[in-house]
C-alpha cells in the first residue's frame, strides 16, 4: 500500500546491479555449479515489476469539467496530476474509479496506465511535485553513469486497480510479461533478474501460477532457469492489516482529499482485497492439477484449514485483525445475514447495548467479515462479490493463501523490521453517513516483540519475535523464512561500513518446519544491523536468502544505500568467475564510491584512510566532498570474492 512507491526504486537498483557491473569488471563466467547462469553481468537484464499506486495512469477519453478550467484529454496524466486533482476533484475520481462489480470504467472517463520507464519515474511531474513524487529517478542516473545500456532497464507497469484475472482479461499482462522476458533473453543473451515490491510481488506470483497452464509442465522450470536467474522481493507475503483501515475508514496516502473519498475510491478497486490479510494455515484447492483434471475450471477454490488454524488463536497473527462494534439489534430478523457467521451475545443485544464483533484474519480472507458486516455496510457486499468472484474463484490461484518457495535458481527475500506497525484495529460507528459511516477507537500495534494499544498500554496476543516495517506486520514479511531449509546460515553485521569487529556468525543453525529463527546474538543499542539468513544447501542448485535490516522503513527500504551496497556486492560476486563461496563475505564492509568516504573530524582526516584520500577537485564545498577512493571500485570489490 503506503509502501508502493518505494518498489519502483528498488527495482531500479536492482537492475543497475545487475547490469551495471560490466563497466567495472568487464564481465564475467558463472560460478562452478552448472546450474548458475555462465555469461558476464552483461548479458542479465533487471526486470522492475512496481507495487500498488506506483505507475502513472493517463486518460483515454474526453472528458468536460464543469466549474472547472482544466479537463482530460487523451493521453493526459491521471495519476497522479494534483494539479487536476485540486481543481477538479470530481472529474478526477471519474477517471481513476472502476465499477465494483465488473471492474470497468466510468462511462464519461476512462485511464490506463503508462508503459515504459517514464511511467514509473515520477509519478507527478513537476518543479516542485517531481521531487516529492520520484521513486527511482536518482538511481537511473547513477546506473547511467556507470554505462547500463538503456536496453539493460525494463519497466513492466500495469494497472494496479485491477485484480489479477481482469489483468489478464483485458490488458493481456501476463502474456506480455512472458514475451517481455523472452525478448530480455533474446536481446541480451542472458537471463533476468526480477525485482518486485509489495503489490508487485503478488503480481509475479499469480504470473508463476499462470504460466503453468502456458507452458508443458516439462519445460515449465527449465523455462524458469533459461529466463529468471534471480528473484528478489520485498513484501507483504501474507497481506497487509492497513488494507483494513482503508477499506472501512479509508487511507488517504497523502493525497489531499478526505478519508471518506479515499474510501470510495480504494473500494472501487478489485485490487484492494489483493493486499488483505490471511491465514497463513489455510490453503486452497490445487488450481493447477485441477486445471487437468475433469473438474471444471469454473468452481471455487476449497479451503483446506489445518489442525493449527483452530488449535491457535488469530490464524497465526498477533492479534485479531478488526474488532468491530455493531448496533444493538433485537432478535435474528434485524440482522439475517448475520446468523450462522458468527454468535451474537443476545443478553446484551435485547438491553441495546452495541455487539463487539471480532475477526481474524481467516475470517476476513473467507469473506466471514463481509457475510457479517453486510447488513451494516453497503461496500461490504460489493466487495464480497469481488472476493468470490475474483479470488476464491479464480481458475489459476487463489492468491489469499500462503506462498510456496518458487522453484527459482536465486531468491532473495529482504524487508525491515523493529518499528511500531499496526496490527488490528477497534471500530465503531460513527453517526455519520456512508462513506464515513466507521470511526477508528483504537490501535494495536507491535514493536520489537510486544503488543500495545494506542494509549500505549499493553496488550495480549501472540507477538513475534520483531515488529514489522512500520506498514506490513512482521509475521507476514517474515513468511519467506519458510522457504529456508532445515539448516540455516546466520550473520549478523552493522549495516554502516565497518572492520568485522562486531560481526556474529552461527552456521547450520536449525529450523523447525512453520517456526521463525531466533538468532542467539547480541546488539548494540546504538548500532543499526543487517541479519542474513542463508541456505545454498537443502535445494540442489538453488540459493535461498532472507535480509532483516534494522528500522528500514517500508517504503523507504529501497532508497537505503545500505540496501544498494549489499545487492551491489551479492551481484558482482554472484558471476565472479573465482568466487570461494555461495553467498558474498560479511567479514567487512569498506567504500565503494566517492559518497561513501566522509571526512572524520576527530581524527582530522577523510575515515577510511586504507581506502580513502583527500583530493580536492574545483567546486567542492566541505571537506567531505574532497574525500575520494583511493583505487578504482573495481579493484575495492574484488576483496568481496
Not at 546491479?17 to 533487471?46: N, Q, R
Not at 495519476?79 to 485540486?86: A, I
Not at 479509508?250 to 485490487?271: D, H, I, K, Q, Y
Not at 488454524?309 to 497473527?317: A, D, I, L, M, R
Amino acid at each position: 500500500m503506503r509502501g508502493g512507491h518505494a518498489t519502483l526504486l528498488a527495482a531500479s537498483f536492482l537492475l543497475l546491479l545487475l547490469v551495471a557491473i560490466p563497466a567495472a569488471y568487464g564481465g564475467g563466467a558463472g560460478g562452478t555449479d552448472g546450474s548458475d547462469f555462465a555469461g558476464g553481468h552483461g548479458k542479465l537484464s533487471g526486470i522492475i515489476i512496481p507495487g500498488f499506486a506506483s505507475t502513472q495512469l493517463r486518460a483515454w477519453s474526453i472528458l468536460d469539467c464543469p466549474y472547472s478550467p482544466l479537463d482530460f484529454n487523451p493521453l493526459d496524466l491521471v495519476w497522479l496530476d494534483t494539479t487536476k486533482l485540486l481543481s477538479a476533484v470530481n472529474c478526477w475520481l471519474k477517471c481513476m474509479m472502476l465499477d465494483p462489480y465488473n471492474q470497468t470504467d466510468h462511462p464519461e472517463c476512462k485511464s490506463r496506465p503508462d508503459g515504459g520507464l517514464s511511467a514509473i519515474t515520477e509519478l507527478d511531474p513537476g518543479y516542485i511535485t517531481g521531487p516529492l513524487s520520484s521513486v527511482w529517478k536518482e538511481w537511473v542516473k547513477w546506473c547511467i553513469e556507470f554505462g547500463i545500456e538503456a536496453n539493460a532497464i525494463i519497466a513492466v507497469p500495469y494497472d494496479w486497480r485491477l485484480p489479477p484475472n481482469k489483468l489478464e482479461e483485458r490488458d493481456l499482462y501476463f502474456h506480455k510479461l512472458k514475451i517481455t522476458l523472452e525478448t530480455a533473453l533474446k536481446l541480451r543473451g542472458g537471463p533476468s533478474i526480477v525485482f518486485a515490491h509489495s503489490l508487485g510481488n503478488n503480481v509475479f506470483r499469480y504470473f508463476l501460477e499462470w504460466l503453468k497452464l502456458e507452458i508443458a509442465p516439462k519445460k515449465y522450470v527449465k523455462w524458469l532457469d533459461d529466463h529468471i536467474h534471480a528473484y528478489f522481493a520485498v513484501a507483504p507475503l501474507l497481506g497487509a492489516t492497513e488494507t483494513i483501515k482503508a477499506t472501512l475508514s479509508g487511507f488517504t496516502s497523502g493525497l489531499p482529499v478526505s478519508e471518506g473519498t479515499a474510501r470510495l475510491m480504494f473500494n472501487s478497486f478489485g485490487s484492494s482485497l489483493w493486499m488483505m490479510p490471511f491465514s497463513k494455515h489455510c490453503r486452497a484447492e490445487n488450481g493447477y492439477l485441477k486445471h487437468f483434471s475433469a473438474r471444471s475450471k469454473k468452481g471455487h477454490h476449497t479451503y483446506h484449514c489445518d489442525d493449527h488454524e483452530f488449535q491457535t488463536n488469530y490464524s497465526g497473527w498477533p492479534t485479531n485483525i478488526i474488532n468491530i462494534e455493531i448496533p444493538a439489534i433485537r432478535g435474528e430478523e434485524a440482522y439475517p445475514s448475520f446468523v450462522g457467521a458468527t454468535q451474537v451475545n443476545m443478553s446484551d443485544a435485547d438491553y441495546g447495548f452495541p455487539t463487539l464483533l471480532s475477526f481474524s484474519a481467516r475470517e476476513v480472507s473467507d469473506g466471514t467479515f463481509f457475510r457479517a458486516m453486510a447488513d451494516y455496510d453497503s461496500d461490504s457486499q460489493r466487495l464480497l462479490y469481488q472476493l468470490e468472484q475474483s479470488y476464491h474463484g479464480d481458475p489459476v490461484l487463489n492468491p489469499l493463501t500462503p506462498w510456496d518457495r518458487p522453484p527459482l535458481r536465486n531468491i532473495f527475500c529482504i524487508y525491515g523490521t523493529d518499528l511500531k506497525t499496526e496490527v488490528g484495529y477497534y471500530y465503531a460507528p460513527s453517526g455519520k453517513p456512508y462513506p464515513d459511516n466507521w470511526i477508528i477507537t483504537d490501535v494495536i500495534y507491535e514493536l520489537e516483540g510486544s503488543l500495545y494499544s494506542r494509549s500505549g498500554n499493553l496488550v495480549e496476543g501472540n507477538p513475534g519475535a520483531a515488529s514489522g516495517d512500520e506498514t506490513v506486520p512482521y509475521n507476514s514479511l517474515s513468511w519467506c523464512k519458510n522457504w529456508l531449509g532445515s539448516k540455516v546460515n546466520i550473520t549478523r553485521a552493522p549495516q554502516s561500513e565497518h572492520d568485522g569487529s562486531d560481526v556474529q556468525v552461527d552456521l547450520d543453525v536449525e529450523r523447525e518446519p512453520e517456526m521463525d529463527i531466533i538468532p542467539n546474538m547480541t546488539r548494540s543499542p546504538r548500532v543499526k544491523y543487517i541479519t542474513y539468513y542463508e541456505d545454498s544447501e537443502s535445494l540442489p542448485g538453488k540459493r535461498t536468502a532472507v535480509w532483516e535490516l534494522d528500522k528500514a522503513n517500508h517504503r523507504n527500504i529501497v532508497r537505503s544505500p545500505v540496501l544498494m551496497r549489499e545487492l551491489w556486492l551479492e551481484m558482482w560476486h554472484d558471476i565472479h568467475p573465482d568466487k570461494k563461496s555461495e553467498f558474498v563475505t560479511k567479514a567487512t564492509r569498506g567504500p565503494l564510491r566517492d559518497e561513501d568516504c566522509y571526512w572524520d573530524y576527530g581524527k582530522a582526516r577523510c575515515a577510511w584512510a586504507e581506502h580513502c584520500e583527500y583530493r580536492y577537485l574545483f567546486g567542492d564545498v566541505h571537506l567531505g566532498q574532497s574525500c575520494r577512493l583511493k583505487n578504482s571500485s573495481a579493484d575495492l570489490l574484488l576483496h568481496y570474492v
